[in-house]
């Protein structure tokens, strides 16, 4: 009870109060705030999907023979193709790539089978549709795994003796290879990041819009008060959210929770203060709300691209690395991932916690201050 007291006479109590009479009237917006984690989970979860399985493939087989459909069988089995039928010619072939009836072409010479038997190399090819990067890379790498474990099922039965080398890949933290466990963990980073930013900009700029952000400036209550009032609500959106996308994760897409909690709960604290102060500081720049949703889109688009969140950051070119770590998400996303997926502590992740602590204060404060000088 004393807690509360001193919450309620502080100074900024009266405009958390108000906040929340507001939030409370605006049904639509709370319910935006509220509904929106659940769709885009379920949508985000299902459409992005890194591991690319089942491409379409067509096939030439110019050697018709016992070897060269043990060959295709070994591709199907790979799980990275689908037969959707056979050609007649290479002509045939170039038609079903450029029509978009298959994404990959297996060509199997007429000597196949007869190098096969003489104990000669032999040779098959893999044509792929290379416009989509990500595809072609799978049906490589499906094609290459084909071609080994095939070519170790003829050395063994010619031969009767082990494959030299046995090379046996453990993958941790997610050994089913499945993109929602990837996927699923940065929703929650980019919802916070929509709703900090686009929702606190978009309403301190409609107060001003409205003539009654004049209004409050003038009360005794002073500008940082009035500042940390108006937050505070959203804080509490931006946790509900997160133990939203948390629970329909676990449910839904069974995404692990190795690591502690209250933990993340704790550090997420600097990357929601972080976030709000940029939603502050576009709200200081933006003269109407239209403004507002287009820096706010402005800066979201990078969160998205740069941060880790589908692609890798090692990927990426120096630049666009260097950019990445100007973005809360990009630190967050490191967070989020080290303790639901790895189950790490704080003495791991220390360094992002410390970059997000360092973003929060000066956002907050340049924020605050650039809001002081708009306002007069």
């Not at 001193?6 to 009237?25: G, H, S, T, V």
């Amino acid at each position: 009870m004393n807690f509360i007291t001193r919450i309620r006479e502080a100074r900024f109590w009266p405009m958390l109060w108000k906040e929340f009479i507001q939030m409370r009237r605006d049904r639509l917006t709370l319910l935006m705030m509220t509904g929106l984690p659940a769709i885009q989970l379920v949508l985000f979860g299902y459409a992005i999907q890194t591991d690319v399985r089942h491409l379409k493939t067509v096939v030439l087989d110019e050697s018709r023979t016992a070897e060269s459909r043990a060959l295709v069988a070994v591709m199907i089995n790979t799980g990275s193709f689908d037969l959707v039928g056979a050609v007649a010619d290479r002509s045939a072939l170039r038609d079903a790539i450029e029509s978009g009836m298959a994404n990959a072409a297996l060509v199997i010479p007429p000597d196949y089978q007869r190098n096969i038997k003489r104990g000669r190399t032999a040779e098959a090819q893999i044509i792929v549709d290379a416009a989509d990067p990500q595809s072609s890379s799978s049906a490589i790498s499906g094609a290459q795994l084909a071609a080994l474990a095939r070519g170790a099922t003829i050395v063994a039965e010619r031969y009767r003796a082990p494959p030299p080398i046995d090379m046996r890949v453990r993958p941790w933290y997610n050994p089913e290879q499945r993109s929602a466990v990837f996927i699923v963990p940065g929703v929650i980073g980019i919802l916070l990041t929509i709703t900090m930013i686009l929702i606190t900009s978009t309403a301190i700029v409609r107060e001003r819009e409205r003539g009654t952000l004049e209004q409050l400036i003038v009360t005794p209550i002073g500008k940082p008060s009035l500042m940390l009032g108006k937050l505070v609500p959203f804080v509490l959106v931006g946790y509900v959210q997160m133990t939203v996308v948390m629970a329909l994760g676990k449910l839904i897409f069974r995404i692990p929770t190795v690591g502690s909690i209250p933990l993340l709960y704790l550090l997420t604290v600097p990357f929601i203060v972080a976030s709000l102060g940029v939603g502050l500081l576009i709200s200081t720049i933006a003269r109407n709300q239209v403004q507002a949703m287009q820096f706010s889109f402005f800066f979201m688009l990078p969160n998205i691209l740069l941060s880790g969140y589908v692609f890798p950051r090692v990927a990426m070119p120096l630049p666009a690395q260097w950019i990445g770590l100007l973005l809360p998400l990009t630190f967050y996303l490191n967070i989020l991932r080290g303790i639901l997926l790895k189950g790490i502590g704080i003495g791991q992740l220390w360094r992002p916690t410390l970059a997000l602590t360092v973003f929060a204060v000066v956002l907050f404060v340049v924020s605050v201050r650039r809001f002081s000088k708009t306002i007069e």
